[in-house]
């Protein structure tokens, strides 16, 4: 994952393409018996302590069977391909409950648990209770069965659990950002440069609450050899309704093009398709991920059902400066900063593994 200039393409494990992992399956970590049965033991232990989870920390919960693979696992996503998929857990077997707490657990493992929302959820769910496309402005992209384009997330890492998927499509589709990079290095060179320089992403069409319309950032870091991308199209066009943005150029249009051009071709891609049980890790600055829309079971107990955390990771990863989401508060307090939502009791295991119902109608 080094470059020797900024115009170099990037090498490594991190640049790849979905045809090329399709069928050799390195990237699926299937855990054994040991991994399995300690994670379910000191699970069960988490929902019988039932802990808060805004200050639970790692320490009061060790996984010291576990912890040669979740330093692989911290490996693969930043010095490797930027993901990993985790196979091999029962929850046919399991409560909700506990399967929350084994995914939480792994959480705490390889980083802080981030707020989600205004109501600081450290667990949030994907799962589709509003018929709404995403067409429709007020549509939650976690909420809907419609298909997502690729982005970037607020995080240094997202990891999704699937507790029930769907009845068909819903795959969890990754891309490398190194290789559209490399791509867009190959054919345009002359518009790879633009990468490396701020844009204007859309704050408020990510969060209503947000404090400002807009914020910054490069779409591309090279820093020290390491490459790091943060993207997502949708927000950089919407900001262009705000008449206060800096209109952007042609060869900027051109180059958003192209990267989304790159992005959607066959083969980019790698399709996931999640079987319960599965937890995918992803690196927010190697890959950028997306969903393929689905097909619901109509009974509500059945229906496709992931669990979402995002992490703040201490992996001293170098970053030109005001990269990504950075006007995103960050840091371990987050997790402790919840003034005014205690009632809401969404900080036990026991009721964060259940969705808001009232969310995305």
Known sequence: MTVTTDLSPVTGPAAWRGDQLQNEKTWIYQLNDAEIAELEAVGRQFVEDDPDLRTVTKADYPLPVCAPAIEQWAYDMDRGRGFVLIRGLKTELYSDALSG??????????????????????????????????????????????????????????????????????????????????????????????????????????????????????IVSIKDGVFSMYAGSTYIFTAQDYPETPRLTDAQIEVIRLFDEITYEPGMALDMDFQPGDIQWVSNYAALHSRTAFIDYPQYGRKRHLLRLWLKRNSDRPLVDKFGKHVVKAREEDREDTSGVEDLGQFSVKTAVVPRMDWGL
Not at 168 to 179: H, R, T
Request: hydrophobic share 40%; glycine share 4%; charged share 20%.
């Open 101 to 218: 707490a084994i995914f939480y657990l792994t959480g705490l493992h390889l980083g802080v648990p981030m707020k989600q929302n205004e109501l600081a959820d450290l667990i949030d769910h994907v799962i589709a209770t509003s018929t709404k496309t995403m067409d429709d402005p007020s549509a939650l992209s976690s909420r809907v069965a419609d298909k997502l384009v690729f982005h970037s997330d607020s995080s240094d890492a997202v990891a999704l659990f699937c507790l029930r998927p769907a009845k068909e499509g819903g795959a969890s589709s990754l891309v490398s950002g190194a290789q559209i990079y490399n791509e867009i290095l190959s054919r345009r060179p002359d518009l790879a440069p633009l990468l490396h320089e701020p844009f204007y992403f859309d704050w408020y069409k990510q969060d209503h609450d947000a404090p400002e319309k807009t914020y910054t950032s490069p």
